[in-house]
């Protein structure tokens, strides 16, 4: 009878442990802009991002524990002319070096989700959509780049892209983020 409890409690400490949330690799971060009238979406991520999340049993807290920072120097879109313009302008100013993040609130019923974006000392909170898919925490939401003080900055950027975006550029960019867990 002591085996069978025994057992019982070990299969049961067990399982407690294998169903903790736990990152898995990498986060992945990727950013969509829009050019030109018929908006076409122009994407990429970012080199330098750093992750500190902690292990829990429960999704909210395991997201809600996460602190992400972003250094705007590893722009990535594939094409460093674009790389070259954007962080030469859009992304010019001293206090917009580092972009933080950090998920404020998890509604797992609607599957939905509250990211603090913190750039250019300005903090806004953005609501997010999200799925669990293949091992894979994935959100998906849109930030507002004129709601983070660059009017400047994004002025200067579809300045200097008018050209290649037919004089159409947009301070509208989707954002999506992947965290893989185990």
Known sequence: MKKVILSSILALGLSINL?????????GVKWTGFKTAKKIPVSGT???IKIS????DDLSKFLTSSNVEIKTASFDSKNEGRDASITSTLFSLATSKVIKGKIKSVDEANKTLVLNVNMNEVSK???MSFDIKDGNIIASGTIEILDFAMKA???????KCAALHEN??????????????K
């Open 19 to 27: 169903s903790a949330y736990e990152i898995n690799g990498d986060l």
């Open 46 to 48: 970012f080199k330098d």
């Open 53 to 56: 999340i902690k292990e829990n």
């Open 125 to 127: 909170e953005v609501p």
């Open 153 to 159: 900055p994004y002025l200067a950027f579809a300045k």
């Open 168 to 181: 159409k550029s947009y301070s509208d960019v989707d954002i999506k983020f992947t965290i893989p867990f």
